[in-house]
């Protein structure tokens, strides 16, 4: 059996590192050698010893045992990481590990963050001509839009009586806990929660009139004041005229 090697210099670094700098080590190590995006020969096993080092070391208890009697200590009397992940000891929050380094080991984003339950709506563009002495001159026009307004009916919560309680499967979280157990441990991974949307909300009585979307879409006519010396491409931004956004949310 190979000679293993000290955990300090597993994790690059020195006998007196912090929890925080342990956990950093090993998150930035996990990521080089985890085997879903390094097929490189030995990178599993690397990962194995990568994983072993955090394991001890991030645990007080075993650190200390470590420190005092290195590998003959009692604490590690039989301790095998390939038998420790088969039994689901290797339990970690890969959202927490890998989310701000933009990892995903399972194909799935974990820099998903929750939706507010308002929402900005989005801008609107239209193109309008106009005579070559009207933009030396100045002039007013006339445009109509198709956008969407705040639901007279529900006055944009989308709720019939207008009460919003918090989502049943993520308890207004707007976020879902996934467990996954794989070869290297137990895994979890967030995400959004697929009955909410992410907003953590859940209408009990959708209104009748926009079925709950809080919109309801409308055409208007708008009266647009276009200055004098205006060059073709030039834009005019009309503050308030953009869609209405989600749940209330504002132009």
């Known amino acids: 059996m190979p000679e293993k090697r000290d955990y300090y210099e597993t ?3 020195g ?12 998150k930035e190590l996990a990521k080089k050698y985890h085997p879903d995006i ?23 208890q075993k650190r200390s045992a470590y420190d005092s009697y290195g590998f003959e200590s009692p604490e590690f009397a039989g301790f095998d990481i390939n038998d420790f992940i088969r039994r689901g000891g290797a339990h970690f929050d890969f959202s927490d590990l890998f989310g701000d ?15 507010q339950a308002s929402q900005r709506g989005a801008d609107l563009k239209t193109e309008l001509e106009i005579e070559l002495e009207e933009a030396a001159t100045g ?10 307004e705040k639901c007279s009916e529900c006055e944009g919560t989308g709720s ?24 290297f441990g137990i895994f979890s991974t967030r ?3 697929p009955k909410c949307q992410g907003s953590g909300i859940a209408i009990k009585n959708p209104c009748r009139k926009c079925n709950g979307s809080g919109q309801m879409r409308v055409k208007k006519r708008i009266s647009v004041k276009i200055p004098a010396g205006i060059d073709s491409g030039n834009h005019l931004r009309l503050k308030g005229e ?5 749940k209330g949310g504002m132009h």
């Open 139 to 148: 002039t007013e026009k006339t445009i109509e839009i198709a956008k969407t």
């Open 11 to 13: 994790l690059g670094l």
């Open 101 to 115: 380094l933009g990892f995903d080991p399972f194909e799935q984003s974990f820099k998903v963050e929750r939706k």
């Open 38 to 60: 390094n097929k490189e020969p030995g990178a599993e096993e690397k990962f194995k010893e990568v994983l072993e080092a955090y394991t001890i070391l991030s645990d007080a």
């Open 191 to 193: 995400t959004t929660c």
């Open 242 to 246: 953009g869609n209405t956004g989600l």
């Open 15 to 26: 006998r007196n590192a912090t929890p925080e700098q342990v956990k950093q080590a090993y």
């Open 160 to 183: 019939r009586d207008k009460e919003l309680s918090k989502c049943s499967a993520c308890n207004g979280r707007g976020m879902v806990e996934r467990t996954q157990r794989t070869v």
